[in-house]
């Protein structure tokens, strides 16, 4: 059974960084997709970072600069680093994990995924 856990979430001010981890179990996603996803009170889930099992990263335009995926193999974890924070990077933040190869924004991607954790920035 595949589990993904976001921790990480919290409040801080415009300008200001977190970081979000994502603990995956039961799942071998050393060489296949995982990414972040956030959705906002009233708007669309939308893709935010991507990473693949092979070095490769996207990001969504709104964040590029800012946010950086990477991941722990050793530790079967996937964190977003999250810096120069703003009002608008506000919302409910979720890891996914999905098979086959190559990095996706896209929902239909992914299979698994986690239960979200909240970030919320004030300005």
């Known amino acids: 059974q595949v589990q993904l856990v976001e921790s990480g979430g919290g409040s801080v001010q415009a300008g200001g960084s977190l970081g979000l981890s994502c603990a995956a179990s039961?799942?071998?996603?050393?060489?296949?997709?995982m990414g972040w996803f956030r959705q906002a009170p009233g708007k669309e889930r939308e893709g935010v970072a991507s990473?693949?099992?092979?070095?490769?990263?996207t990001y969504a335009d709104s964040v590029k600069g800012r946010f950086t995926i990477s991941k722990d193999n050793a530790k079967n974890t996937l964190y977003l680093r999250m810096n120069s924070l703003k009002p608008e990077d506000t919302a409910m933040y979720y890891c996914?994990?999905?098979?086959?190869?190559?990095?996706?924004?896209?929902?239909?991607?992914?299979?698994?995924w986690g239960q979200g954790t909240q970030v919320t920035v004030s300005s």
């Open positions: 990473s693949d099992g092979f070095g490769s990263t």
């Open positions: 039961g799942y071998t996603y050393s060489n296949q997709r």
């Open positions: 996914a994990a999905g098979p086959g190869f190559g990095v996706s924004l896209r929902e239909y991607h992914y299979d698994y």
